[in-house]
């Protein structure tokens, strides 16, 4: 069985005629111009975790939500509560917050502890002692669950006899 064979041509030029060649050209010219503009993205730090504060009054109260407002699954993302009341507490503070919306997270703690604490499909409901002064502030330990890739919205309130006197909204947007 005789085959036709030729020699391979040894120079990419010979290979390729002109249209082939600006094609490659164009294509590998894109693929630099792809990885550095990755590259420009993240040494600018606009592709990790960016955060945003939401607050709001209420009750005699003041209630503000530092959060991610863009992070990627496994990363290390910031949630913290700050309720203010002029004056001091006079009891315990209680902060609801959507369960949904923490299920985001893989919690590696809580600061300070709740001396109490339920859940329910609904929202998680922790309960604090009354702290010294006028400021309470929570904050919670998590790394974004690899397993989410979009994001949820969430709530947190404050509760004084089980009703919302001041709540606010935000939410979390998972970037692959």
Known sequence: MARDLRPLPTHPEDAAGPAEQRRHR???????AVVF?????????????????VSASGGGFELS????S?????LATPWTVRV??????????????????????????LDPDPSEATSTDADTVW??????GE???VTFDGRLEPAFHTGRPGTTSLLV???????????????P
Request: charged fraction near 15%.
């Open 161 to 175: 006899d089980g009703e919302a006197v001041v709540s606010v909204s935000y939410r979390t947007v998972v970037m």
């Open 65 to 68: 939500v530092t959060h991610a």
């Open 84 to 109: 203010r009341s002029p004056g001091g507490f006079d009891g315990p503070v209680v902060l609801a917050t959507s369960t949904r919306y923490l299920a985001l997270f893989d919690e590696n703690g």
């Open 37 to 53: 503009a990755v590259l420009v993205l993240g040494a600018a730090n606009l592709l990790g975790v960016r955060t945003a504060t």
């Open 70 to 74: 863009v992070s990627r699954p496994g």
């Open 135 to 137: 400021v309470l502030t």
């Open 127 to 132: 309960e604090f002692a009354a702290p010294p």
């Open 26 to 32: 164009i294509e590998r010219r894109l693929s630099l």
